[in-house]
């Protein structure tokens, strides 16, 4: 069993729609990732949270330590969104603990 | 904003050859970071430097060493290269251990 997964491993959804990916981790942990990628292309950081709730424009990810969960929701969709959002975990000294990843593909 | 810069960006080798890759942390940062992302893969740890020390070790191979020089950019040496190697390499930066930036990888092929 990986440490960290997520779910769905692929979705599609139509422009404007309300996105949810979630992840769910099996360590104890100090902080989690939200990674973008493009196809073939860089990952760039969305969010570091280990409490709470952080939100950046049409993105919010959320976190609860107690239940080993985070969520990843993007509103009002756009095609331009299409990638994979990759969770990653900082568990204890180890850097990070990468997820699967989701692919998403926003169609208009 | 300055962000993590690697060179080169693309890389062709032939089996056995050796490689070097660098990266150039977001100025300021004292932690980088190297991952491995094979095709169809999640990325994988390799290893990271903390003010010119190695800090922590994955997955690297003995045949790769890595670096991070007084200027705290980092650079990861391949020796006698696999075709199995042929992947996409991230570096990323950090101060101390807070949030990682990523740079735009290096996509090495081993033909």
């Known amino acids: 069993k990986n440490e960290v997964e997520q779910s769905p491993q692929n979705l599609t959804a139509q422009e404007g729609e309300f996105i949810t990916i979630n992840c769910s981790y099996s360590v104890g942990i100090s902080a989690l990732h939200w990674l973008q990628q493009h196809p073939g292309g860089g990952i760039v950081s969305l969010f570091m949270?280990?409490?709470g709730k952080k939100k950046h424009g049409r993105l919010i990810a959320t976190i609860n330590i107690q239940e080993k969960h985070s969520s990843l929701h993007i509103t009002a969709s756009h095609p331009r969104d299409s990638a994979v959002y990759i969770c990653a975990v900082y568990s204890g000294n180890t850097p990070l603990v990468f997820g699967k990843g989701t692919r998403l593909s926003v169609i208009a | 904003a300055a962000g993590v810069i690697q060179s080169p960006r693309h890389l062709i080798k032939e089996k056995r050859e050796t490689a070097t890759l660098k990266c150039y942390p977001i100025?300021?940062?004292?932690?980088v970071y190297w991952y491995q992302q094979g095709p169809g893969q999640d990325p994988q740890f390799l290893i990271s430097f903390y003010e010119k020390m190695q800090s922590d070790k994955g997955s690297i191979p003995d045949r790769f060493s890595a670096q991070q020089f007084s200027d705290y950019h980092s650079e990861l040496n391949m020796s006698s290269l696999e075709l199995g190697d042929s992947a996409l390499y991230f570096c990323?930066?950090?101060?101390?251990?807070?949030?990682?930036?990523f740079g735009p990888g290096t996509r090495l092929t081993v033909l």
């Open positions: 990323a930066s950090s101060l101390g251990r807070y949030e990682q930036f």
């Open positions: 100025p300021r940062h004292d932690t």
């Open positions: 949270l280990s409490s």
